[in-house]
């Protein structure tokens, strides 16, 4: 089959974030298929910028549509939008000439459902919209706008006329059905697929190194025979990560434990401050490491932490890849996220609690650092079997196939 998807923030090895696009197309071009894959010349998430114009990785047909740069989620984001999806349009002839059989609007927003069923309708293709987010819903309750404001209006007319057109919705959000039904889709064209993992990145680590000042702090503290409670990701507000630091600090009298959080964010300078301030000597503070060695940083740890804010959207599921590594890890975790029947909870691989309640938190951490080794690492175990049973981008991909061809 030939697979054209539309995702204005694809990203690539090459070039950084948005992985999830090229791992599934790298899969589908092994099982036979051809994709093209149609993104920004310009995304914030990448490192590095492609060229605008044709490109082949790995087997996968790029297309770079020339957007201006910006910066921040302000009115120039906004615009480039708009300029790409008129982008779009400005290749249909070329993308038509594909001949598509399926056609995905993956772009975060909903304005690329217009070019994306143009398309479709001009070459019979099934047309799939995959909702990462709930757009404008998470515009809505992160930016504090209105319903009524042109933008949000314009958001939700595209998603309604996505829900009403669509052959198929992938989701990664597996609570999303009631919200999407209420602006006219019917179940029978709903499925959850949410990211996943490549086998490849957790196999075969013996070349892979930590930095020196990380295999130093971590040595020291397994020659201490300190539980270490571990974090590796983003410093950021939407991850609550204050919360860790306030429960590193009410701990801080048992010696046994040691938090240590890894990477970097817009609020990592105020945590240390925090630490700083009460003198905390249980918390240590590393910089960020490749995402090759992350499999080897949690093989470290004996429990892994993932926060979240007080958020009405984590109602309709999360699908976040920091989750997915902590399981492939086989260490249990600590979910603070206000999520209902996670997938924590349903695989029995750690403990849920209230998002940024620390004194829960606090519970959580001491009910499982005085759990014997040996059932930590049982339930650790439980994730590591689900997740490789059940998020590999092989069997995502497949199943992705199986759902919009149905």
């Not at 093209?36 to 990448?46: E, Y």
């Not at 925090?274 to 249980?282: C, F, G, M, P, S």
């Not at 609690?353 to 499982?368: K, P």
């Amino acid at each position: 089959m030939n697979i054209l998807m539309i995702s204005h923030y694809a990203g690539a090895p090459q070039y950084g974030m948005e992985f999830r696009s090229y791992y599934m197309a790298r899969e589908w071009v092994r099982m036979g298929h051809r994709v093209t894959i149609v993104g920004a010349s310009f995304s914030h998430l990448r490192k590095t910028q492609p060229a605008p114009g044709r490109e082949t990785l790995d087997g996968i047909q790029y297309l770079w549509l020339p957007t201006a740069q910006y910066q921040g989620n302000g009115l120039k984001r906004v615009q480039t939008m708009f300029q790409f999806v008129a982008q779009v349009y400005r290749h249909r002839k070329e993308l038509i000439s594909f001949n598509p059989d399926i056609v995905i609007a993956s772009s975060v927003y909903t304005f690329d459902i217009y070019p994306c069923r143009y398309i479709a309708r001009r070459t019979g293709a099934r047309l799939v919209y995959e909702v990462h987010d709930l757009w404008p819903l998470s515009v809505i309750v992160i930016g504090g706008y209105k319903p009524w404001h042109p933008f949000i209006f314009m958001l939700q007319h595209c998603e309604n006329y996505a829900y009403r057109h669509c052959d198929m919705v992938v989701s990664m959000l597996d609570k999303a059905l009631p919200h999407m039904q209420r602006h006219g889709l019917t179940p029978d064209r709903f499925c959850c697929i949410p990211n996943g993992y490549v086998q490849e990145e957790w196999e075969h680590l013996d070349h892979i190194q930590l930095p020196e000042e990380h295999t130093r702090l971590l040595n020291q503290l397994h020659d201490e025979g300190k539980t270490i409670v571990g974090f590796a990701g983003g410093h950021t507000q939407s991850t609550a990560m204050h919360i860790l630091v306030e429960a590193a600090r009410q701990l801080q009298e048992d010696p046994t434990l040691a938090f240590v959080l890894v990477g970097d964010g817009p609020q990592k300078t105020a945590l240390i401050e925090t630490a700083q301030h009460y003198q905390l000597r249980n918390i240590h503070f590393l910089p960020p490491i490749p995402k090759q060695s992350i499999p080897l940083l949690l093989q470290n740890f004996d429990i892994c932490y993932a926060g979240g804010v007080h958020s009405t959207l984590h109602q309709y599921g999360t699908s976040f890849n920091k989750i997915t590594d902590y399981m492939l890890s086989g260490k249990p975790i600590v979910n603070s996220v206000d999520e209902p029947n996670s997938l924590i909870e349903r695989v029995g691989c750690g403990i849920q609690v209230e998002a940024e309640n620390v004194q829960q938190v606090c519970h959580a951490l001491h009910t499982l650092a005085l759990m014997p080794p040996s059932d930590r690492a049982a339930m650790g175990e439980k994730g590591r079997l689900y997740a490789t049973q059940h998020l590999n981008y092989r069997t995502l991909s497949e199943q992705f196939i199986h759902y919009v061809t149905k």
